[in-house]
């Protein structure tokens, strides 16, 4: 008997010992429960593949589209953008929603930010840390500002409080009810952010698809200058053109490849994209006659930028930054240097202005014997001059989705610009500080949080 | 051998109808020869040793029937004879020692009216010529009477009362009194016949449920009575096997369904789970509510979400490998465990049913058999006429219509050059001349086109019949120390399109009785499966946008391959006149030999175990098992393929220095491969306890395991690969590179991809039952699981998983007097099992995917999102059921109720996305309730000459959602998407069918008219939108069938053989497709339903088609295809197969215990369909065409030995 018990005892006693490292193996070697910075580091290189936001482009009036290629165009979404309607803009409870992808994105900044205070900063980790956590913060930042660009209303500094901004969400319970902050609190959440995010991104990063500091800079020089601060907004541009100032002679560029601009040029930042939608692509979308007809003889971006069409239309071929048909919506000097010059002439630093403004055209003209053939402005009164920076910057940022949001706050300070289309004999119509310039927040968030929709 | 025969029974009167017993005692040599792993040779002599020849014999006046006996008994020969010819012989006297058998037989047949011939070792003994009437020689009656080498036995078996008892067996029993294999069973009227049943042997009669009996054989037995004994009912004890243990049928409490080989034979598919759906009751095969694959469902779903696919247990442990691996001939029976108290002892993976498949064992004692089958098997090409589809001519019309509406202008000129349809490219060609010549050319090729349709070359260059085969051998034989059996076996399956699977299987099962109380288990199971790709079918040659044009042509004329447009435009690729650039045309003719899918894949189980009896009442076991599967699959694109030739032009670049064209991806073939392994061990130790008195016994199990079961595969892809000298070249993947025709850029894919999981579990359990007086019984089983899976803490890993059962036999009760009713069980079960995803974690998770190519750095993405409310699904079964057998077992059956109650399932779910997950997650969200009737009968509808049973089977299986947690009353959650998802609406089905409210068509444009508020609208978009609500929506029902079963039915002939088995469905939904003119315009995707759109007014009170119109209207797709007229009723009655089998009549010559031919017809199609649309409810798949699956007829041969 004893002997049996004996026996029992060692076939039983295997299955009990080591149970609970048995238990504690991973399922999936793939799976992680992120832990460490270099788990942070992959989720942050996880939002690369995140676009931008295709509605401001598809909204603006760079462009018109025929009726038998609007006809033609799939995305009914992409239609509904082009004649600004009301309501029901975007693809509801769809990982294509840019809703969702601001919002996920905003969630994996979050997990970064709950995650890596867990990790804790010491002196062997910090770079790694300050980096991961700053890309997490201008992550943030910065989604959270290209999503109020669309579904808000322009910032005006006097009403902002009573403005309706966006919904922050600074952890990820996904359980917490949603709802709208004002205005003043998605920027002052935006520019938070981004400030935090300067003080910890390195310099330059490794590659142009990850946030530098440079990046927050240029972000929010453009922030600050959506925003009318236009002191804050030459800070930004002058520090960031202090430490990279580079422009593409387009003189050297050959213009003989479907998409000449050379991709990752010396002007990129940091690289943001969306795709290309149908709708804008080179063959269907043509780009604004009075647009195309503004540029002056020996403006090299005139040939870069466009394909002519046989009918006399012309196509845009710019703007590929990254390579690929996708449009670039991202940051890069050329962008800069308008917003330094905007700036200055709005703060009184009118040389400034003018010497930013003829650095960027002579980039862009053609040579003459090694000489740039732009002539300098050499003085302007201010009004004209703030409109050449104008026009400037709509000739040189052209379906890079910023039309729409200087739309937005060009007709806030008074510049009454009213969009017409045409779609098979039917005008539309968008008056100058019209509600549709907040874009219809998706019906299915509104059904199920307390997002409020904006008024229509 | 050869029996020289003299058989005669004069007077006998011979019964109406007898069978031919299929086992047969013979003498057998085989020399058998299995070339892998066997070679055996075996001699068997069944009267005697071969040894002894001398005889001794001392007798005075023994009779002769003695004498014989004796000298058989010394001798080892055999005597062959009709006893009745030795009625008149003399008895005899003799003395004689050690004298040889052929001088001793001289003497003992001095004067008898009887002579003998000796042939080998068989004498025979037959009547002297002039005792015969009529005088023939004996060689004319061996003529006559080729069969008969023994005498006929015949008798009747009837029962105290008179009445004939049918199917009662006649076993033969040899001289000590042990069984030998000759047996039979009485005919329809209790009549019963054997042959070659030699002198002096019993036959020993039994029937259940009445005292059996022996009695000597004689050529007429005459009517054996058989009294009827209630208690005594061993004879039905069918075991049933839950994997962990072996239990009788009748102290079972849960629900079990058994099937065995026989009917699983009735089949031909090549994997075995194929078989089982319509021969189960309770189980159906759903391929309405998930998409074309089908899930099999046991009882319905009993979750929301989760895996709804039983668990397969193979020799009792779960079979982790694909179970197409697996040769169905080596199936000995499947067990189906379909309620808590049957499933909960396998736990947490139980939830949806459990099928037990067992594969054959060889019992002690057991002479050596051999058992050869062959199945080959020819399937009709599919009839893809039966597509309902526009034809070319009108496809033509509509082309011509968008091209001069400007459809195609935006594609002619994008510099990626899309590919136009070849009318196209003619009606440009046609816009851009003047010349009345080139124009009447461009209207005859146009014309040309409209009489063409692509099916036609479908047919004609890739359908052949397909043809299956399947052969095994099966050898088993056992002795009191040790049993074995071992299969070897070969089946190929080349599908319709050439796609061909081989796969090997050998087995070995192997158990030795060490000593009498321990028993080890040995054996494996080995498969190799190859399969290669065939050609392309209809729906996989994609011209641009998942279509291909009706008129597309695959050869000229002469029979020569032909491009069609893929991707790009044929007039724009031969303007790439650059040598350097490979022919960028796909032609599908010569694609596919360039193309090749190979699989390969060896899976291995080797199981051991070990039983040893530490008391009389208590039985140790373990057991282990350990599995590993190794797969290779390679897709080898060889440079003369399409995509190879495609990938290398596509990455071309001219050097702006040199003007040459370079290649980043080089010029060559390209091969991706993936491995993948897989192993499990299962360990398990077991104590199990029997014991009994009078009116007591105990079962009880207790016992531990645990499971490790891990999974890795790897994949990668050469460039430039040469499969000649295996040479390949490396390319840049780090860096974009410019598309040659657009001009854009782009990473070069590198198939690169990796993947490990790991599963482990550890159990333990326990179960017990105890039964009084052999009536009253209750059973108990527990079971608690932990795994490793993520987020949890340890505690929560543990599961506990719970039954309880009772059942009592009514019909052994002493009042039960019932003549009726032979046999009556009632019993009832409850219990619960649970529902296990790996997947669904409580924690934010992320995924490492690979390399992110922009900058070369690893990424991951968020698999799950933290959740802490995250809980295991639960779900408990209590279950009813009797089991009856009436009218002397004429009608055998059982009749069970049953009611799942599922909590806590996980339910996909919209959620307020600016939380930052996704739109729509999986959260535990509802309750919901099955409940059904599942009734399985077996009736003998006749007796006699003409057999006729029938098999039913009737289930009723209803399900709704008893809470749902969150409230969603968004339409288009309830109606989106190609198929349904299930439905979160309390008091509803799970899975149900809802439609948009129609409110006809426009009579003035044809325009499809629905209501918002109340109102008629062509408000597609608000209807449709996130404002529509599920109130305003159109519920029809279920997209499960309500009645589903079958029935089949077996009409015996004398030795011939019909059964046919239908199957059903009622009461049940599906969306069937119809014309999508976005799918018309973008894909040439032209559903028949166009021919029945609204042309002109007046049209609407005929057609509820919408009008074509181009564009299309915004928003009336989502609204009109998912609107009400395209719901249609699923009911159908479907005939599955009809197999005809001839036992052929065995010459004991042959040596032969069985030889069986059947032909069996599979596919025959729908006998009735309730839909008006005439659509194939079971293959309508929303999203694609659907095809009903071709006609396959099979030969099998099936011979025993």
Known sequence: MRTKYKFLLVTFLPLLVSCEKFLDQKPDQKLTIPTTLEDLEAMTNDLIFWGGIDAAAISSDDYTISDANYDGVSSDSHRRMYTWEPYDIFDEGSTSSPWYRTYNAIYLANSVEETIIKIGRNAANASKYDNVRGRALFFRGSKLFRASLVWCEAYDVDQSASQLGMPIKLDTDFNKRSFRSTLQQTYDQITKDLEAAVKLLPRTAASLYNPSQLAAYAELARVYLYMGNYEKSYAYADTLLGLKSDLMDHAEIDNTPTYPLPSLNEEVIYVLSIGTPQILNLTRSLVATDLVDSYEAGDLRKILYFSANTDGSHGFRGGRYQGGSSLFIGLATDETYLIRAESALRTGRKQQAIQDINTLLASRWEKVDGISAYKPIVDMVDSDLLAKILLERRKSLLYRGVRWYDLKRLNRDGANITLRRTVKGKEYVLPPNDPRYAIAIPGDIVKMSEVEQNPR | ?1201
Request: glycine residues 8%.
């Open chain 2, 1 to 1201: 051998m050869n029996y020289f025969i003299h058989a005669h029974a004069p007077g006998v009167p011979k019964p109406r109808f007898y069978r031919m017993s299929i086992e047969r005692l013979t003498h057998v040599v085989l020399l058998m020869k299995l070339t892998t792993f066997l070679i055996l040779a075996f001699s068997l002599s069944v009267s005697a040793t071969a040894t002894a020849q001398k005889v001794s014999l001392r007798v005075d006046h023994a009779s002769m029937p003695s004498v014989l006996k004796a000298l058989r008994k010394q001798s080892g020969y055999a005597f062959v004879y009709n006893p009745a010819y030795l009625k008149g012989t003399k008895p005899v006297t003799l003395d004689i020692t050690e004298k040889d058998i052929l001088e001793a037989l001289p003497l003992v047949f001095a004067g008898q009216p009887v002579d003998y011939t000796v042939n080998d070792k068989v004498i025979t003994i037959v009547p002297k010529p002039h005792s015969i009437s009529g005088g023939r020689t004996s060689e004319a009656h061996l003529a006559e009477n080729p069969i008969l080498a023994y005498p006929e036995v015949h008798g009747r078996v009837v029962d105290s009362l008179g009445n004939p008892l049918v199917g009662a067996s006649v076993r033969v029993l040899n001289a000590e009194g042990k069984r030998t294999t000759l047996q039979t069973k009485t005919d329809g009227d209790g009549y019963f016949l054997l042959r070659n049943v030699p002198d002096g042997y019993q036959l020993e009669i039994s029937y259940i449920g009445h005292v059996g009996t022996n009695v000597v054989a004689a050529a007429d037995v005459g009517t054996v009575v058989l009294q009827s004994a209630p208690s005594e009912l061993e004879e039905v004890e069918v075991m049933v096997n839950t994997g962990y243990q072996q239990l009788p049928k009748e102290r079972a409490t849960g629900s079990f369904v058994q099937i065995d080989n026989e009917r699983l034979n009735e089949q031909i598919q090549f994997n075995v789970l194929d078989r089982l759906p319509i021969l189960t009751s309770g189980m159906v095969m759903d391929r309405n509510a998930k998409l074309s694959s089908g899930q099999m469902l046991v009882r319905g779903v009993g979750t929301i979400l989760g895996n709804t696919t039983p668990l397969v247990i193979l020799d009792n442990f779960p079979y982790e490998g694909d179970v197409g691996n697996i040769n169905p001939d080596d199936i000995e029976s499947v067990t189906v465990l379909r309620d808590a108290a049957a499933a909960s002892i396998w736990g947490a993976k139980a939830a949806n049913g459990v099928i037990v498949l067992t594969s054959k064992k060889a019992k002690p004692n057991q002479k050596i058999s051999a058992n050869f089958s062959t199945l080959t098997a020819i399937q009709e090409k599919p009839d893809l006429f039966a597509l309902d589809l526009v034809n070319s001519s009108d496809m033509i019309d509509v082309e011509q219509m968008l091209f001069e509406n400007g459809y195609h202008t935006g594609i002619i000129n994008s510099v990626s050059r899309p590919a136009v349809s070849p009318l196209v490219e003619l009606l440009i060609k046609k816009g851009n001349t003047t010349d009345p010549e080139e124009v009447g050319d461009i209207e005859r090729e146009i014309n040309r086109l409209r009489k063409r349709d692509v099916r036609d070359d479908f047919l004609r260059y890739m359908y052949r019949p397909g043809l299956q085969s399947q052969n095994t051998l099966n050898l088993a034989m056992g002795t009191n120390r040790f049993a074995w059996n071992a299969s070897a076996g070969h089946g190929i399956n080349r599908n319709d399109l050439g796609n061909e699977t081989n796969r090997s299987n050998f087995l070995v099962n192997s158990r030795m009785y060490i000593s009498k109380r321990l028993r080890i288990d040995g054996g494996f199971n080995v498969s190799f499966l190859r399969s290669k790709s065939g050609r392309p079918g209809y729906g996989d040659i994609n011209a641009y946008s998942n279509g291909l044009f009706p008129y597309a042509e695959f050869a000229d004329a002469e029979g020569n391959a032909l491009p069609v447009i893929m991707n790009n435009r044929l007039s724009y690729l031969e303007t790439l006149t650059d040598p350097e650039l490979l022919d960028w045309k796909y032609y599908p003719l010569e694609d596919y030999k360039h193309n090749r899918n190979t699989q390969r894949s060896t899976h291995v189980t080797l199981t051991s175990g070990l039983e040893f009896d530490l008391l009389k009442w208590l039985k140790l076991s373990v057991n282990y098992q350990f599995q590993t599967q190794r797969g290779l699959s390679e897709n080898l694109q060889t440079i003369d393929s399409y995509e190879a030739r495609n990938t290398v032009n596509m990455y071309a670049k001219r050097n702006p220095q040199t003007g040459e064209l370079e290649f980043p991806v080089p010029k060559g073939g390209m091969l991706t491969s993936t491995n993948d392994a897989m192993q499990a061990h299962n360990i398990r130790g077991q104590l199990a306890y029997h014991w009994q008195s009078n009116d007591h016994e105990v079962v009880g199990l207790l016992g531990s395991e645990v499971r490790s079961h891990s999974f890795q595969n790897k994949s990668d892809k050469l460039f430039g690969y040469n499969p000649e000298n295996l040479t390949h070249t490396l390319i840049d993947l780090t860096r974009q590179h410019t598309y040659f025709i657009s001009g854009g850029q782009a990473f070069i894919p590198s198939g690169i991809a990796l993947n490990q999981r790991k599963n482990n579990f550890i159990s333990t359990y326990a179960n017990g039952a105890y039964t009084y007086r052999q009536r009253y019984a209750a059973t108990f089983s527990a079971r608690r699981d932990a795994s490793n899976l993520f987020g949890l803490n340890v505690n929560d890993k543990w599961n506990p998983f719970w039954s309880v059962g009772a059942s009592w036999e009514l019909s052994k009760e002493d009042f039960w007097h019932s003549s009726m009713v032979d046999y009556l069980k009632i019993r009832a079960t409850y219990g619960s099992t649970g529902n296990l995803d790996p997947s669904k974690v409580a924690l934010t998770t992320i995924r490492y995917v690979g390399t992110n190519p922009y900058n070369q750095l690893p990424y991951a993405q968020v698999q799950t999102y933290v959740n802490p409310e995250l809980k295991w699904e639960t779900v408990s079964t209590t279950n009813v059921g009797i089991d009856f057998s009436l009218l002397r077992q004429r009608i055998k059956g059982s009749l069970e109720g049953y009611l799942k109650v599922g909590k806590d399932l996980y339910g996909s779910t919209p959620v307020d996305y600016t939380g930052g997950t996704d739109p729509i997650i999986i959260k535990n969200v509802a309750s919901m309730i099955g409940r059904g009737i599942d009734l399985e009968m077996n009736t003998m509808n006749t007796g006699g000459v003409l057999r006729w049973s029938s098999h039913l089977n009737v289930s009723l299986n209803r399900d709704k959602v008893t809470d749902y947690y969150l409230k969603n009353e968004s339409a288009s959650s309830y109606i989106r998407g190609s198929t349904n998802s299930v439905t979160g609406r309390e008091n509803y089905p799970v899975n149900t069918m809802y439609s948009y409210k129609w409110a006809g068509l426009d009579s003035q444009d044809g325009a499809p008219l629905g209501y918002l508020n109340g109102e008629v609208s062509r408000e597609y978009r608000q209807f449709t939108g996130s404002a529509a609500s599920v109130n305003d929506l159109v519920f029809h029902g279920g997209i499960l069938p309500k009645w589903f079963g079958s029935f089949g039915n077996t009409l015996e002939w004398r030795d011939f053989a019909i059964s046919f088995r239908m199957s059903y469905k009622f009461d049940y939904y599906f969306r069937r497709a119809t014309i999508r003119y976005s799918r018309l315009y973008g894909a040439w995707d032209g559903h028949g339903d166009f021919y029945k759109r609204w042309q002109k007014s007046g049209d609407e009170k005929i057609t509820n088609i919408p009008a074509m119109v181009y564009p299309v209207l915004s928003g009336a797709e989502n609204f009109y295809a998912y609107a009400e007229p395209f719901v249609e009723r699923g009911d159908h009655i479907r005939l599955e197969y009809i197999n005809f089998s001839y036992a052929i009549p065995l010459a004991p010559k042959w040596n032969l215990r069985r030889l069986d031919v059947s032909f069996n017809i599979n596919n025959l199609g729908l006998m009735y369909n309730r839909n008006s649309a005439g659509v194939d409810p079971d293959y309508s798949s929303f999203s694609s065409v659907g095809i009903s699956p071709a006609t396959i007829y099979s030969l099998r041969i099936q011979c025993a030995l």
